[in-house]
């Protein structure tokens, strides 16, 4: 079983707890809980930048609690990590009409091309994206394509997947 990772879980493992609203949305505990299960778990080698974009928005606005050498450190050990296996965007063959589809739907391009790479390669993609998960399980277009290419995925939501995996 494969579990392809949204940028957002990643986000521990580079120095940076997700909260909002002051409650814990995802942190390094529920990573380290993630990385315990008998899985194989993906990211896009596209999550690496973003990542850094983030943390980069965070350090401009004063809101970064590590050195963006620390965060730069965090991603080369993510990278070369041996229990996440990177998926790289280029080499992939890529429908093209597929992507544009699928931005038609959802606006942010690398959540497009990170939820398309998840269908060819995992049996689940877990996001945090509410808008990313209603806007593609609405579309009768995306759910049809899916069911195409990847008759067993699923799109799990936050913690979801520890529920399904149980």
Same mark, same amino acid.
């Given at each position: 079983m494969? #579990?392809? !990772?949204?940028?957002s879980f990643l986000f521990?493992?580079?120095?940076i707890?997700?909260?909002?609203?002051?409650?814990?949305?995802?942190?390094?505990?529920?990573?380290?809980?993630?990385?315990?299960l008998d899985c194989e778990l993906l990211y896009s080698d596209l999550s690496l930048f973003e990542l850094y974009a983030k943390a980069l928005k965070l350090d401009i606005k004063g809101d970064l609690n #590590?050195? !963006?050498d620390e965060i730069h450190s965090n991603l080369i050990v993510l990278s070369k990590s041996n229990r996440f296996t990177k998926i790289?965007?280029?080499p992939q063959l890529v429908e093209h009409d597929i992507i544009r589809e699928l931005k038609n739907i959802h606006p942010d391009t690398l959540d497009v091309i990170?939820?398309?790479l998840s269908i060819g390669f995992a049996d689940f993609f877990l996001t945090m994206d509410e808008t990313l998960k209603k806007t593609i399980t609405s579309s009768p277009f995306c759910m049809e394509w899916i069911e195409k290419q990847n008759s067993n995925f699923k799109?799990?939501?936050?913690?979801?997947?520890?529920?399904?995996?149980k």
């Open positions: 494969s #579990i392809f !990772l949204d940028t521990p493992y580079i120095g707890d997700l909260y909002n609203n002051g409650k814990k949305k995802w942190v390094l505990a529920d990573l380290k809980r993630l990385m315990q #590590i050195s !963006l790289d965007y280029l990170i939820l398309y799109i799990c939501f936050n913690n979801q997947i520890f529920e399904i995996l």
